[in-house]
């Protein structure tokens, strides 16, 4: 088989996913319906912005390819072409964006998230292969923004939600008199405010990093998030100066030099503006690691702090004061300058897994300590054949249990089990220590089944990938006929695939190899249609060049179509495949336009008596909203195969419950986050569960498990509807 140049190859990509492109609005047009009828309620902290004209948006495209027929592909200059595409594409991703601000403006808080779904990744799939086709590094930066500014954007959304929620439960509580569930809710608000405040800056920095390496224009969305984001910095102050008293925390060093080994002494006081707070125990928090201590009749207080996960090259050590849900005095926070001396811990392995395979389970126990003294609370990486398996946390006695699953990466065979250091660059370092284990090949079953022929030949196949009776996930299914590769796929969460597989009779093959996995391959194969079987048409009738062959020019382009589908590339290059590609795509062209004239066209008409007759009977008839479940994306996440989507969202929604119940603010990493609560008495085993699942969704190169998903999910819904068993203010606390 002739091995295409890179030049066509380009021209082929340039097409396929021009082609996607301007069908693309249609799509979007029917997922995401911005344009509305009749009048729009109206809240008086939001910002009217007017209609979307995102649904009617396009991009043109500027595509010829009629060179192709009196020139040598291989001197097509296809470099433009990509720079086109790249462009359009980065295009296309900036508009979702900015839909997304429009919807998070209006309140519309599930569109705005929904805009920047399946469709968006979709979209981002094909702005990352041009990138990689290009070779443009900036492209390739790009893409890493526009994931990054996805999930910051949905993660506000979010966040914005739950602030404008908790407000109006805030201000239900204070109109019923309850005031001690007005303090507590309005704390929650103030918190929420801050993480939206943090979220809002990421996000403006991001939007920036876009328009730098991407060119996109994204003044207007900034626009909008600043203005919902000072809106709730209005409110968030208002709360805070009706319900708190504001505080003042002082902190000194005794010596700025200092290590785990040497730790810090600190000393220092926390007063109101009506003097010192007096004999109290209170809540101090240094860089996440919260502490309780007890103050004098004059508030002052000490405390020795050992660095742990502190990064080793800060050069402040923040102090903050945190008071309880219902206290009526506000936080406060100190910086003192430092300079930490870093040191090395060693792992001392007791037991571990000597033996294991996909699936079933590896365990480690053992401790930590740096010249003797024990380290607490410092996140270990335990990983079997360099892949990550999960993460361990040190307890007060420096220990460690570890017990989690292997999934399909490491290799078979004798490999390492290794427990090192979850983070690097931090003020306690980790030497690893490793221990062999032997993973056993596991036997795969791989299944294939014909879903559907069309009238073109156009045969779906689908399956599922098991290995003792598990679905493996992200693995990559080969189909071939007669020895042609024809169609590939990868497992989604449940393991299975689905492929279509174009012009083709016979026999399928169906494998996967299993090479770099512990698993054994597998093959399967399924009888294709026969052509006739089908209306296709015969290979001699495919090699018609001529208008005229065939029948004239509809049997032409049907037959281009079906050429097309069996092999693109000789379909591209013959003339008959120039002519028929660039109707096609004025056809489409033409289409769009058409419809999303007829769009407008009905959008500005005046409503009839009948359509005012029928709006005013669907208002009158409307359900009264039901509260927001908190882990609804999670669970809508893990329905749809994005098991990462799903622990990320689970773990967001933990985090905003317990940052509001419990003594704690955002603005840390996961594992400072876990600190402060378990400080607070959360329970330790669920956060664990889901802070482990989260970190190996979030940073980890493969997707979690359906199974590793369901636990997170599972570990947060309990978390947020139990408080996170916080325990109870002790006698004498703020």
């Known amino acids: 088989m002739l091995q295409p140049s890179l030049s066509v190859r380009t021209g082929l990509l340039v097409l396929v996913v021009t082609l996607a492109l301007v069908a693309s609005p249609i799509a979007s047009a029917a997922d995401v319906s911005v344009e509305q009828e009749g009048p729009t309620a109206t809240v008086d902290h939001r910002v009217s912005l007017g209609q979307s004209e995102y649904a009617q948006q396009t991009t043109p495209i500027s595509y010829n390819n009629s060179s192709v027929r009196h020139r040598n592909p291989e001197a097509v200059d296809s470099q433009n072409r990509l720079d086109d595409l790249q462009r359009v594409l980065g295009s296309r991703l900036s508009e979702r964006l900015s839909e997304s601000s429009v919807q998070l403006s209006q309140e519309q808080y599930d569109q705005a998230r929904s805009v920047l779904g399946e469709e968006y990744l979709d979209q981002l799939g094909k702005y990352g292969d041009v990138a990689g086709e290009r070779g443009d590094d900036n492209a390739t930066s790009a893409t890493e923004t526009f994931t990054e500014t996805r999930e910051t954007q949905r993660e506000y959304s979010q966040t914005v939600e739950e602030f404008r929620e908790t407000v109006d439960a805030y201000q239900e509580a204070r109109e019923n008199g309850d005031e001690a569930r007005a303090r507590q809710l309005a704390r929650e608000a103030v918190d929420l405010g801050r993480e939206a405040a943090r979220q809002s800056e990421r996000l403006n920095g991001s939007y920036g990093q876009l328009e730098q390496v991407s060119g996109a224009d994204l003044g207007d969305a900034r626009e909008r998030i600043q203005t919902v984001q000072t809106d709730i910095d209005e409110d968030r102050t208002e ?181 090192g250091p979850a983070a690097s660059g931090r003020a306690v370092d980790v030497a690893v220590a490793q221990s062999p284990v032997q993973v ?146 004025g056809l489409v062209g033409f289409t769009v336009a058409v419809i999303l004239r007829r769009r407008r ?78 400080a607070a008495g959360t329970d330790a085993d669920l956060l664990r569960t889901l802070t482990e699942a989260y970190e190996a969704a979030r940073y980890g190169s493969d997707d979690p498990s359906t199974a590793v998903a369901e636990r997170a999910i599972a570990a947060a819904r309990s978390l947020v509807e139990t408080d996170g068993q916080a325990t109870s203010a002790a006698p004498g606390d703020d």
């Open 239 to 419: 709360i805070s100066n009706a319900e708190f008293v504001a505080t003042t925390l002082s902190v000194r060093v005794a010596d700025e030099e200092g290590s785990f080994t040497e730790p810090f002494e600190l000393t220092g006081s926390i007063a109101s503006e009506d003097g010192p707070l007096g004999a109290r125990q209170i809540s101090l928090e240094v860089e996440g690691q919260t502490t309780r201590v007890t103050t004098s009749a004059n508030g002052e207080f000490s405390l020795t702090y050992r660095p742990t996960v502190v990064p080793a090259n800060a050069s402040n050590l923040t102090v903050r004061y945190v008071p309880q849900n219902t206290s009526v005095y506000n936080d406060s926070r100190a910086t003192v300058p430092v300079r930490i001396e870093p040191v090395t811990g060693d792992v001392d392995l007791e037991t571990v897994s000597t033996e294991t395979s996909f699936g079933e389970p590896v365990t480690a126990r053992g401790s930590l300590a740096v010249d003797g003294d024990p380290v607490a609370g410092l996140p270990l990486a335990v990983s079997v054949d360099g892949v990550r398996v999960g993460t361990a946390r040190t307890t007060e006695n420096g220990s460690f249990v570890f017990s989690g699953t292997v999934p399909a990466d490491p290799r078979s065979g004798t490999q390492s089990l290794s427990v």
């Open 601 to 678: 066209d009905t959008t500005a008409a005046t409503p009839t008596a009948a359509d005012e007759s029928t709006s005013a009977s669907s208002e009158t008839t409307a359900p009264t909203p039901t509260p927001v479940d908190p882990l609804a994306s999670a669970m809508a996440a893990l329905e749809a195969g994005t098991t990462d989507d799903a622990v990320i969202d689970a773990y967001a929604a933990a985090r905003r419950a317990l940052t509001a119940r419990l003594v704690d603010e955002r603005g840390r990493t996961h594992w400072q986050f876990f600190d402060a609560c378990i």
């Open 440 to 585: 056993s090949e596991t036997p795969t079953a791989l299944s294939a089944t014909v879903d559907e022929t069309t009238r073109q030949n156009v045969t779906a196949l689908s399956g599922t990938l098991t290995a003792a009776g598990r679905p493996v996930t992200d693995q990559r299914i080969v189909v071939t006929v007669a020895g042609d590769r024809v169609g590939t796929a990868r497992t989604d969460a449940q393991g299975a695939y689905a492929v279509r597989v174009d012009g083709e009779s016979g026999v399928a093959q169906v494998s996967f190899n299993g090479e770099g996995t512990n698993l054994a391959p597998a093959e399967a194969s399924v009888d294709l249609p026969s052509d006739s079987d089908t209306e296709a048409t015969t290979p001699d009738e495919s090699n018609a060049t001529g208008i005229g062959a065939g029948g004239g020019l509809g049997a032409t382009v049907g037959q281009f179509i079906r050429e097309a589908q069996s092999d693109p590339l000789a379909a591209l290059i013959t003339p008959v495949g120039l002519v028929v590609s660039s109707l096609v795509i």
